[in-house]
């Protein structure tokens, strides 16, 4: 292994401790959009893009871009990036990863004082999680120009507005359209990311190549029955909620079960009134459907509604479906990804393609540019946790193909 490599990657590391050290709240890792651990993470990474020989600038978006120039003017420009917002409790390398690893070698072409044909820009996004506003991707759907204006309404826990935090942020929610990145000068968006998964550990490989995002369907389902006296009311004559529910809630996993490459969850259920002693007449749960194909992902939704009707028919129990707005299936790019597998080969490593089950910013930034994605091993797979960890040798893996890639795009 190159031993810049190695440092660098032993840089990135450091560099992930130092970020997950700003956090809301204390004794773990939460740092949501607009918020002071943002602002200082914002500021540490502007810091290291100028020390790599980048211009860093924040949009009103609140999304931090660096960028390097090319070695001659008038030159198109290749995004590379992630987001530095967290889930609540959350590990250090979901997200910073991704930009750390890219400005890693921004910094080795700098110190070699080498431009390429192309300027790179690295975007460190300013909300990918959702945790503050419920709306996920809102960073990068500013820069792809999907934002819609009407989460701007939205309400965090405490009152404040989407638009109200913007400000406080240092941004402009009526300029959002100036935070849209033009598309005309782009080769594409490369994002590494921890794969979030457990796939490429049992492998034994470090790193793998995204074929394609998974679309997503959540749904809110209902079951309405009737509340009434754990003791006098006979079992024959009850219409009990969450007994439907939990009929239900087997069903999901049966289906995810019996269609490869289906996941489907029941992750939230509450049940009303909620006593001890009282027939539940009331239950809300979420679904999450994912698949890589949007027509199997569709029927299973459409196949779960009939179920959801047919177990409350049977029970006298009413069922209803409140779909959310479904993320479709994005496809990365073919191009690219060759381009990456071919990084891949020349750094050594074995190609493995694997679909991406979670969502990421590159899904948003599909709608402006080509992307591709390149996942890092971790440890068991676990993420959205503390416990989330990568190794020092996959990272620099991950940097010696990103250094390789941008050589390969240099040659086309
Ligand atoms: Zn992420």
């Avoid at 979901?94 to 750390?100: A, C, F, Q, S, T």
């Avoid at 019996?258 to 992750?267: E, K």
Wanted: net charge negative; with cysteine.
């Amino acid at each position: 292994m190159d031993t810049n490599v190695e440092a660098s990657a032993r840089t990135v590391m450091e560099r992930c401790e130092i970020l997950g050290g700003y956090s809301e709240e204390p004794g773990m890792l939460t740092r949501r959009f607009g918020t002071q651990p943002m602002r200082q993470v914002n500021e540490r990474v502007a810091a290291w893009m100028h020390d790599a020989g980048m211009t860093a600038r924040r949009d009103n978006a609140g999304n931090l871009v660096g960028r390097y120039e090319a070695s001659s003017a008038g030159a198109r420009t290749l995004l590379l990036g992630s987001h530095l917002d967290t889930v609540r409790d959350a590990g250090k390398y979901d997200g910073p990863l991704g930009v750390l690893t890219a400005l890693a070698c921004v910094q080795l072409l700098h110190d070699r004082q080498e431009r390429l044909p192309f300027a790179i820009e690295v975007f460190a996004f300013a909300d990918e999680e959702g945790l503050r506003f419920h709306s996920s991707y809102l960073g990068s759907k500013a820069v792809a120009g999907t934002f819609d204006p009407a989460t701007l309404r939205l309400a965090d826990s405490e009152g404040i507005t989407l638009a109200e935090a913007m400000r406080a942020f240092g941004g402009n929610p009526d300029l959002l359209h100036a935070s849209k990145r033009d598309g005309s000068d782009l080769l594409g968006y490369l994002e590494v990311h921890i794969e979030q998964g457990p796939v490429l550990e049992s492998l034994n490989l470090p790193l793998g190549v995204v074929s394609s995002i998974a679309g997503q369907s959540r749904i809110s389902v209902y079951f309405s029955g009737e509340a009434g006296h754990a003791g006098t009311v006979p079992m024959s004559l009850r219409r009990d909620a969450l007994c439907a529910a939990a009929e239900f809630v087997l069903a999901v996993e049966t289906l995810g079960r019996s269609l490869p490459g289906l996941v489907a969850t029941v992750g939230q259920i509450t049940a009303q009134p909620g006593a001890s002693n009282v027939i539940p007449g009331m239950v809300t749960l979420s679904l999450d459907v994912r698949h890589q194909e949007d027509a199997v992902r569709e029927q299973a939704c459409r196949q779960l509604q009939e179920q959801a009707s047919s177990i409350g028919a049977a029970r006298r129990v009413s069922a209803s479906w409140q779909p959310l707005q479904p993320n479709r299936m994005v496809p990365c790019s073919p191009r690219l990804t060759q381009l990456l597998a071919r990084a891949i080969e020349a750094a050594q490593y074995p190609v493995y393609s694997l679909p991406s089950g979670a969502g990421h910013d590159a899904a948003a930034l599909s709608d402006l540019t080509e992307i591709a994605m390149l996942f890092v091993r971790c440890k068991s797979g676990i993420s959205h946790n503390p416990a989330e960890s990568v190794e020092l040798e996959d990272v620099a893996a991950a940097i010696e193909v990103l250094e390789q890639f941008l050589l390969l795009l240099a040659k086309e």
